[in-house]
């Protein structure tokens, strides 16, 4: 068989992979963590007993499904609030670090300035501020909660797509300059695209972090059903089950976000290696 | 192709043509004590529809002379005109496509928008653009080919689809640097043939830098043979195969004694080319993240 006709083979194959098995496969590839996600729940519903642990130490799942279904509207507000807070955060944290890094790629000064003090702010502990923006918004007004989250998230989207916009084939870049391109047309047409799955990277770290940073903002502070407060204050009158469950809404949550960052992802960028299934 | 802008500019050139013209050129990297002069003297002068290949050994400045050409790099001595313009004015009036040893397509982009790019950036209409990447595509021979994404494409296919962005807004001049020199032996080979072909119903002018001397001789019309650091013209050998050129004509005995000719030329100085030359690649501090 000659090369061309294996290729032809080989895209045909890919392109039916790319048509039919966009959700078959997607679903089977989902079957062995939902074995080992189940697998867990019963050894951990089971084993508890046998090894005499303390329900107040760590509840059996059916507890905390109990207690996930008693404490619904609690929850449900709960978990309301909070995820506005992660995303309007989100939102304002992610804008700010592209446009920065927009910035910091179109001026050489600003980069050589700039990205380096962005590396370094990215591994300062943004947590810490938490109390620092409840004396300066009031801790009962969710701009607390948003002023962390978007710190939190600004410079992993920074760093990240300023890495996606100057890091680009230099042949790419003679290619462009050989036909005579601006820099508005080698950005829009080289810079932009190249820089998009650096954006989805940062992306999916700042989802996780966002609710991270909005409920462990509110263990210093916040309205009294917000989810960490909720966290916190079932915890300190020892309704463990309920602490639990509200645990597992906050990890549904970023759960969320992430999923929706990868689905986003695969429509936006059905060119990139990761959404390639290909076998070669 | 019919190529109507042909007649404006164009017109301007003397009878003889010259789309190269490249006089006491040279090119120093760096300053002082540290400089490497990766070019030196050059004397090249390319009448239309040539088909020069410059060959040599690793760092005599080859791909550097080519990006000289195409205003690349600057010159640091010398004057080059392309089309009878200085070569910045000449890049900027779009008057060539290159072609790289990589493919640099866009990944993000199909085959036929690969092809369109250059035409987008010079605002061409989008009527004109579709019109021009089928002409292209089917030209190359991959026009069943163009809602697919490059990276479903084997190494040679993507090569032909940067012959073909490089070819579409008809420039009078192509330059290639090392196309086929990532591609296996019989690819390469059939490529070779292709490229003749394209050359023969396109007319246009073509500059190929390459480290074979068989796809040299097979390829050109003339052979310019270079010496390395600092990179200098030692010979240029016509090629006066008969065209067109066919894999028959690789069996002639002319065919074996210009390879033998190219060789024994680049034998006479090459001896200080060898081992632990800089390439010129190196020189450009370039990333080779391909190939």
Redesign the interface.
């Known amino acids: 068989m000659s ?2 006709a294996l ?1 032809e083979r ?2 045909a194959a ?1 392109e039916r992979r790319l048509a039919a098995g966009r959700w078959g496969g997607r679903l089977r590839g989902a079957v062995p963590p939902l074995v080992v996600f189940i697998a867990v729940m019963v050894l951990w519903e089971f084993s508890l007993a046998a090894l005499g642990v303390q329900q107040f130490l760590l509840p059996r799942p059916s507890v905390i499904l109990a207690a996930l279904i008693d404490q619904q509207a609690n929850l449900s507000r709960a978990v309301v609030y909070t995820a506005t807070e992660a995303l309007g955060g989100l939102a304002i944290g992610c804008l700010l670090g592209v446009v920065a890094a927009f910035a910091t790629a179109r001026w050489l000064t600003a980069r050589e300035a700039l990205l380096p003090v962005a590396i370094a702010a990215n591994s300062i502990p943004i947590i810490a501020f938490a109390p620092i923006t409840n004396i300066w918004f009031g801790s009962e007004n969710p701009v607390s909660r948003m002023a962390i989250v978007a710190l939190m998230v600004f410079f992993p989207v920074m760093v990240n797509t300023v890495r996606g916009l100057t890091q680009v ?4 870049l ?8 601006s820099d508005w ?1 080698i950005l829009r ?2 810079r932009v ?1 190249n820089a ?1 799955p650096y954006l989805f990277t940062a992306l999916k770290v700042a989802t996780t972090l966002s609710v991270i940073g909005a409920v462990v903002g509110e263990y210093f502070g916040g309205p009294r059903y917000a989810l960490g407060i909720y966290i916190t204050s079932e915890a300190y009158v020892f309704r463990y089950p309920n602490a639990w469950a509200a645990i597992v809404i906050a990890c549904a949550l970023g759960i969320g976000f992430y999923l929706v960052v990868l689905a986003v992802e695969r429509v936006a ?1 059905p ?3 990761s959404n ?1 299934q ?1 076998s070669s | 192709m019919s190529e109507p802008i042909a007649n404006g500019p164009q017109s301007a050139i003397p009878p003889a043509q010259h789309v190269v013209e490249i006089v006491g050129a040279g090119r120093t990297f760096g300053r002082g004590p540290g400089a490497v002069t990766a070019l030196e003297g050059i004397d090249l002068t390319i009448q239309a529809g040539e088909f020069v290949s410059l060959i040599g050994p690793s760092g005599c400045g080859k791909s550097t002379l080519l ?1 000289l050409i ?1 205003d ?1 790099i600057p010159a640091t001595t010398g004057s080059i005109r392309v089309n009878g313009k200085p070569a910045a004015a000449a ?4 008057e ?3 072609v ?1 040893q ?1 493919p ?1 397509l ?4 199909t085959v036929e928008r690969n092809v369109e ?2 035409l ?3 605002g061409y209409t989008r009527e004109e653009r579709q019109r021009r990447s089928a002409e292209m595509l089917s030209l190359v021979e991959l026009a069943d ?1 163009r809602r ?2 490059p ?4 190494g ?2 993507q090569q032909r689809v940067a012959i073909a962005r490089a070819l579409a ?1 008809d420039p009078k001049l192509l ?1 290639m640097d090392e196309p086929f020199g990532a591609l296996d032996e019989m ?1 390469r080979e059939r490529m070779n043939l292709e490229l003749m072909g394209i050359w023969r119903r396109t007319g246009t002018t073509i500059v190929f830098v390459t480290h074979s001397i068989p796809e040299a001789v097979f390829l050109s019309s003339r052979v310019v043979v270079m010496s390395a650091r600092p990179g200098r013209v030692i010979r240029i050998i016509d090629v006066d195969l008969p065209q067109p050129r066919t894999a028959e004509t690789r069996e002639l005995e002319r065919y074996f004694e210009l390879v033998t000719a190219v060789r024994e030329a680049l034998r006479q100085r090459g001896d200080e080319g060898g081992a632990g030359a800089l390439d010129d690649a190196a020189l450009r501090i ?2 080779e ?2 190939a």
Not at chain 1, 169 to 172: L, S
Not at chain 2, 91 to 94: E, K, P, Q, T
Not at chain 2, 151 to 154: P, R, T, V
């Open positions: 090369a061309e290729v080989r895209r890919a084939d230099p042949a790419a003679e290619l462009m300059q050989a036909c005579a391109a047309q047409k080289v695209p998009l960028l060119w990139h290696v390639r290909a | 990006r195409g690349l890049r900027r009036g779009r060539y496509g290159i790289f990589a640099v866009m990944d993000w982009r790019l250059p987008e950036v010079m080919f697919t994404y990276w479903q494409l084997s040679g296919m807004f330059l690819t370039r990333a993240g391909y």
